[in-house]
């Protein structure tokens, strides 16, 4: 009876780790598909997002393709026009805000490869070993005369097929230089006058991400030092880290959208505008690699079981909704004043935790929460000098709670973390 009572209470034991672990199991799993899924929305998210940016440039390259076309076979009598379209979606595709410099790294290219190639098969022929000689010439040529990347792969190419196509087509080195210069300047032409883009929202879609990406992991960062959870700011501080995208993206179209507002007549009252954005690249950016060490710092405040004061997460979080509010003022192309008081907010309630007492890592967020309110007001398009007076005037002179009252020395109030 006791053996069959105790082998009863082992099966009940075993079920019910089992049970356990099941449910556990369970948990990670639903835990594993919600990310799966997330990840996915996301992904199909920035794709779309990706398709949005480059509708205006496909149309661009598209009706200067057939523009280029009509010009070089209607117009210049050229039966085979092919290198025409070919340099005016180069032109419009390779290099967004340099499109000048890339109308004149195609033809240089040209010239360069139709200048070896011709030479070196007046005096060898064609063939696949002159073929290879050819395009190491124009290669090492251009890159001694100091070529762009742009002009060696154009110099190479034509070489290329000059040598392939000499044989069966008579005099396509003057066709392919004309073809080079109308296919770039019907590029230009489309850019400027007949299809320009609107250069404020190509920027506001630009800042998106990086500004979204911004935000949210600021946010991250301020429920993890509610919650004393280091993991979710750790995932916070790597997604931050992969921002290269988001940063080349942003630049590239303060590029593109100088060029335009700079070529197209219909454009230029937009060049006032532009200006937010082309100075607040660099603010912008100065303000993700501060708040990488901010993040960075919360891990370890939280690792190491430091006081967390209660506005420090609201600083934090305050310097979230100042990035969003920059995003909306920039967006309506209104002068960032929300956003400017939203980051003085954030100082103040650093200000308050420092008074409150905070170790060693609690310090330095601290410190990168003024830093990067500074970029933030810099980046709303203040003077540096002016937002680090802002800065120390928002912190205040704030002691810790429990230092000796007086005039004493010892009584003077902790010196405030600076301003990066």
Not at 87 to 100: D, E, I, K, P, Y
Not at 195 to 202: D, F, K
Not at 296 to 320: G, K
Request: aromatic share 4%; glycine share 8%.
């Amino acid at each position: 009876m006791a053996v069959a009572r105790d082998r009863a209470l082992s099966l009940l034991r075993r079920n019910r780790v089992r049970e356990s672990l099941s449910d556990v199991d369970t948990a990670r799993i639903a835990e594993t598909m919600m990310r799966l899924q997330h990840r996915g929305k996301a992904t199909l998210h920035d794709r779309l997002h990706r398709v949005r940016l480059a509708l205006g440039l496909a149309g661009q390259a598209g009706l200067a393709a057939g523009l280029s076309w009509v010009a070089a076979h209607n117009l210049l009598g050229n039966p085979e026009p092919v290198f025409a379209p070919i340099s005016a979606v180069g032109t419009l595709a390779v290099s967004v805000g340099q499109r000048f410099r890339r109308t004149a790294e195609l033809i240089i290219g040209v010239g360069v490869g139709v200048a070896v190639g011709d030479l070196l098969i007046y005096f060898l022929g064609t063939g696949p070993w002159q073929l290879g000689l050819v395009v190491t010439a124009a290669i090492v040529l251009t890159i001694f005369a100091g070529g762009s990347v742009a002009v060696v792969i154009q110099a190479a190419a034509t070489a290329v097929l000059i040598v392939t196509l000499s044989p069966s087509v008579e005099h396509l080195e003057i066709p392919r230089f004309v073809d080079a210069l109308v296919g770039g300047s019907i590029a230009l032409l489309v850019t400027a006058i007949l299809l320009p883009l609107n250069p404020l929202r190509v920027l506001n879609r630009a800042a998106r991400p990086a500004l979204d990406l911004l935000a949210e992991q600021l946010d991250h960062t301020a429920d993890g030092l509610r919650e004393g959870d280091a993991e979710k700011i750790q995932r916070a501080l790597d997604r931050l880290r992969n921002n290269k995208q988001e940063l080349a993206t942003l630049g590239e179209a303060i590029e593109g959208a100088k060029e335009t507002a700079l070529l197209s007549p219909a454009r230029w009252h937009r060049r006032g505008e532009l200006t937010h954005y082309a100075e607040a690249a660099d603010p912008i950016e100065r303000a993700m690699r501060n708040t990488g060490t901010l993040i960075r710092r919360s891990v370890t405040l939280i690792e190491d079981a430091e006081p967390v004061p209660e506005p420090m997460p609201d600083a934090v979080a305050h310097l979230a909704e100042a990035v969003r509010l920059m995003k909306q003022e920039f967006a309506q192309g209104e002068e960032p004043v929300q956003a400017r008081e939203r980051s003085m907010r954030a100082v103040s309630e650093a200000g308050r935790a420092y008074a409150e007492g905070v170790g060693f890592s609690g310090s330095v967020v601290v410190a990168q929460v003024r830093t990067t309110a500074s970029d933030l007001m810099v980046a709303s398009g203040i003077s540096q000098e002016e937002a680090n007076r802002l800065v120390r005037q928002c912190f205040g002179e704030l002691e810790r709670p429990g230092a000796p009252a007086g005039p004493e020395p010892a009584a003077k109030p902790p010196t405030a973390p600076p301003v990066g």
